[in-house]
C-alpha cells in the first residue's frame, strides 16, 4: 500500500532533474515542467490515483460533458503584425527632451490591416484629424485596449529596453 507522507518526504528531498525523472516514470511521458511544487503535486496526485484509482466514472462523464467541442477554437488566430514604418517630414526641432519624436514626424504603423498615421504636433498628437495627449492615447483608441504608445508604435531604444 502507498504511504504518501513517505512518498512526499522523498519528492520534496528531490531536484527539478530527479522530479522529472520521477514525472516520467509515474506519466509514462516527458514533462518540460521545471516548477519544482507543482510537479510535487502532480506527481503526488498521478501517485495516489494510479494506487487508488482515478475519478470516478461518473465524474469522466461530467468532464466530458463541460469538455463541448462547440467552445473550442477551429481557427488559429491570425498573426499580429508587427508592421511598423516611420518617416520623418519637417522641423529638425527636438519633440521633448530624450523623445526620439521630432515635430512634424509622421509615424506609420499597420495595425490589423489597418494603417495608423500619427503625426508630432507641438501640443499632441494627431491622428484622423483629432488632438491626443499621448500616443498611448491613441493606441488605446484604435486598439480598445492599454498600450505603452512607444511600444505600439515601435519607438522603444533597443538600448533602454534591455536596462
Not at 11 to 38: A, C, D, Y
Request: hydrophobic share 40%.
Amino acid at each position: 500500500m502507498l504511504n504518501i507522507e513517505k512518498e512526499l518526504a522523498a519528492l520534496r528531498r528531490m531536484k527539478v532533474g530527479q522530479l522529472q525523472e520521477k514525472w516520467l516514470e509515474v506519466f509514462g511521458e516527458p514533462t518540460n515542467g521545471r516548477h519544482k511544487q507543482w510537479l510535487i503535486k502532480r506527481i503526488a496526485w498521478r501517485m495516489q490515483a494510479n494506487a487508488y484509482g482515478g475519478l470516478s466514472e461518473r465524474a469522466l462523464q461530467r468532464a466530458r460533458e463541460l469538455a463541448n467541442d462547440a467552445d473550442l477554437r477551429l481557427m488559429p488566430p491570425k498573426p499580429k503584425s508587427h508592421d511598423v514604418r516611420r518617416t520623418v517630414r519637417a522641423l529638425p526641432a527636438s519633440f521633448t527632451d530624450g523623445s526620439p519624436l521630432l515635430l512634424g514626424m509622421a509615424i506609420e504603423r499597420i495595425y490589423k490591416g489597418q494603417v495608423i498615421r500619427v503625426i508630432a504636433r507641438e501640443n499632441g498628437f494627431e491622428y484622423e484629424g483629432e488632438l491626443f495627449r499621448s500616443l498611448s492615447a491613441i493606441a488605446k483608441h484604435v486598439t480598445g485596449k492599454h498600450w505603452n504608445g512607444f511600444h505600439f508604435f515601435g519607438l522603444r531604444n533597443k538600448k533602454e529596453a534591455a536596462q
